[in-house]
């Protein structure tokens, strides 16, 4: 008896019982479904703060932020006095081998912009310097950005986000335009006139920050403290550094260079890191796949034993067929080869309608998470290749697993005793 001729005759009776055959199967669908859709879900949430994270000038970065006050117990214990300057951003360049460059900015809510022909809206206004568009991946879509010039005249100038230039003057060409901007908090004084040099292109909503670029009017920094504010100081620091460069060890050198500066004090140093926003997805994906791993490995297991059982059943209905195929000169391994294709054959099905079923669990699962929380335009559903085979490699192995030992049991049957049972 050929090795083939045992395969088709193991996996010809599933055919035959097919209720119970697809039966046998549900477990391991459910199970590899259930850890694919979970994987494909986590996968696409991981790309979608990947590219929030790049939408707003890449991983390789983290914000020195301003802490004007000092809590303990949620109690208020002094405020700092200690601010950011200039001369810091050009100190951590100057003396801070991983950084790349350092952008000072600072950013203000609701401010009032108008135009001379009466539009008006509310805008996010930020004041930084020329890197700016090229820090935050920002492209122009019309005019030019802020230049070094600018910044170092304080210049009256400003460039729009996309939405913004339209709620203002709609289809008309902003650029050459005058606007007028006030700070929301400093009603009393007179808007500032400001002519506008350049459109950037659509950026969309940023998941980590609470408002949009598009949104967004730049002005020169020191116009922003000349002629908004009158302050002198930086409120933000954003700090660009090497890839592969360890983070940690850079906000280090940056604290310890702005500390030199400013007599020792620290108290009013705080940081942002965005990737470790992608860390947080990364631990909660682990944490829900233990879980889920755990569940689906149960499901899988009483999902093994059921074929298992089932292959035993197989055993006792074909006894008088294994002693006949013995009796005609059938060996040991072929009828161990016929019983075991018949776990394999079971748990491989199951394993690929996992794969497809996973995946289609996965697509109805984005599609209810759009509709429910609609925090994007779309939610991706990721399946690697890897766990597609990892998937197929896993159902074969339990098949082997729990279909050796039924194979074993009909492999041993002895000729003569399995040709006088009578099933």
């Not at 549900?26 to 859709?37: H, K, P, S, Y």
Request: charged letters at 20%; hydrophobic letters at 45%.
């Amino acid at each position: 008896m050929k090795l083939l001729d045992a395969i088709t005759a193991g996996v010809k009776p599933l055919s035959q019982n097919k209720l119970r055959a697809g039966l046998s199967i549900l477990g391991i669908l459910i199970g590899i479904a259930g850890v694919l859709c979970m994987v494909a879900i986590g996968e696409g949430g991981k790309k979608i703060i990947t590219e929030d994270i790049e939408k707003l000038g890449g991983a390789n970065q983290f914000t020195l932020w301003t802490r004007r006050s000092i809590f303990k117990r949620q109690r208020l214990v002094r405020r700092t006095t200690e601010r950011y300057t200039f001369e810091d951003a050009y100190a951590i360049e100057a003396e801070c081998p991983e950084v790349l460059y350092v952008l000072p900015n600072h950013e203000s809510f609701e401010n009032f912009v108008s135009t001379r022909a009466g539009n008006q809206t509310r805008a996010f206004t930020e004041a930084a310097t020329a890197d700016y568009a090229r820090g935050m991946n920002w492209e122009l879509q019309a005019g030019r950005f802020l230049t070094e010039n600018d910044v170092e005249t304080a210049a009256q100038v400003c460039v729009l986000g996309s939405e913004i230039a339209t709620e203002l003057f709609g289809d008309v060409s902003p650029v050459g335009q005058e606007v007028k901007v006030r700070f929301y908090y400093q009603w009393q004084q007179k808007p500032v006139r400001m002519r506008v040099v350049g459109v950037m292109k659509p950026k969309g909503r940023s998941l980590t920050w609470e408002y949009c670029l598009d949104d967004a009017l730049c002005v020169p920094l020191t116009t922003c403290q000349q002629r908004l504010t009158g302050n002198r100081h930086v409120e933000h620091l954003i700090v660009f550094f090497k890839k592969g460069a360890d983070v940690n060890k850079v906000i280090a050198s940056a604290k310890d260079v702005v500390r030199k500066r400013h007599r020792g004090q620290d108290d009013f140093i705080g940081h942002y890191i965005p990737k470790l926003t992608f860390r947080r997805l990364e631990h909660i994906q682990k944490v829900i796949k233990i879980a889920l791993g755990s569940i689906a490995g149960f499901s899988l297991l009483v999902s093994g034993i059921g074929i298992m059982n089932i292959c035993l059943v197989s055993v006792g209905e074909k006894t008088r067929e294994i002693g006949l195929r013995k009796s005609m000169g059938a060996k040991q391994i072929d009828i161990f080869w016929q019983f075991l294709s018949e776990s394999i054959c079971l748990c491989f099905c199951g394993g690929v309608l996992g794969i497809a079923g996973g995946w289609g669990a996965a697509q109805g699962m984005a599609w209810l998470a759009m509709r429910i929380v609609p925090v994007v335009d779309a939610w991706p559903v990721e399946l690697s290749l890897p766990w597609i085979l990892t998937s197929v490699i896993f159902s074969i192995v339990m098949g082997v697993g729990f279909g050796v030992y039924p194979a074993m049991q009909a492999a041993r049957l002895s000729p003569v005793d399995a040709l006088r049972t009578e099933n």
